[in-house]
T-cell receptor, first 114, second 114 residues
Framework: DQQVKQNSPSLSVQEGRISILNCDYT??????FLWYKKYPAEGPTFLIS?????DKNEDGRFTVFLNKSAKHLSLHIVPSQPGDSAVYFC?????????????FGKGTRLSVIA | SAVISQKPSRDICQRGTSLTIQCQVD?????MFWYRQQPGQSLTLIAT?????????ESGFVIDKFPISRPNLTFSTLTVSNMSPEDSSIYLC???????????FGQGTRLTVV
């Protein structure tokens, strides 16, 4: 049973527009959420995170929104650039996440078209 | 951040053989995590490697198939034994720095079994 779900396997967006990647989770014990970006032939790299005590975190072009009541988070990229084309993984952590692994979704492949 | 050196980056192996993947971290960490990413799937945790004790395996993964070594706090190996084409996948090692921090990944090992 998947605890972290990314229901859109792929997304295409035009350069300069907004990309919105969605993620849902089922375990209410998760208290820390992260987004990773993965290029082919590379390991995932950390992008942005949010603690469950917040509903928004922003870093440059990347903003993550958390709706705890809906158990939903989203990653907004604006403006989208061709270099953003990659697979994006949503991940969730438990309260003791230093010693327990993150739980990942299946990923969404983002294609930004010039 | 943590720098993780993982090798080999890719390999093509004959069925029935074994491959050992190595991960070296630039600083001491308590736990290292080994993941597998099959095509189109999420990162699936194989096992957690704790220095000085047996690795803890997730459901569906066994020590005979995926033996792990953790000889010190900066190094771990994962062996994929008696390989079959179904083992073709990307294998990743990962570490955390602490509670509510991001996980860092090696660059991954792309394994193809023929």
């Amino acid at each position: 049973d998947q605890q972290v779900k990314q229901n859109s396997p792929s997304l295409s967006v035009q350069e300069g527009r907004i990309s919105i990647l969605n993620c849902d989770y089922t375990n209410s014990m998760f208290d820390y959420f992260l987004w990773y970006k993965k290029y082919p032939a590379e390991g995932p790299t950390f992008l942005i995170s949010i603690s469950s005590i917040k509903d928004k975190n922003e870093d440059g072009r990347f903003t993550v929104f958390l709706n705890k009541s809906a158990k939903h988070l989203s990653l907004h990229i604006v403006p989208s650039q061709p270099g953003d084309s990659a697979v994006y993984f949503c991940a969730a952590g438990h309260p003791n996440s230093g010693n327990t692994p993150l739980v990942f979704g299946k990923g969404t492949r983002l294609s930004v078209i010039a | 951040s943590a720098v993780i050196s993982q090798k080999p980056s890719r390999d093509i192996c004959q069925r029935g053989t074994s491959l050992t993947i190595q991960c070296q971290v630039d600083s001491q960490v308590t736990m290292m995590f080994w993941y597998r990413q099959q095509p189109g799937q999420s990162l699936t945790l194989i096992a957690t490697a704790n220095q000085g004790s047996e690795a803890t395996y997730e459901s569906g993964f066994v020590i005979d198939k995926f033996p792990i070594s953790r000889p010190n706090l900066t190094f771990s190996t994962l062996t994929v034994s008696n390989m079959s084409p179904e083992d073709s996948s990307i294998y990743l090692c990962s570490v955390h720095r602490g509670k509510n921090t991001e996980a860092f990944f090696g660059q991954g090992t792309r394994l193809t079994v023929v």
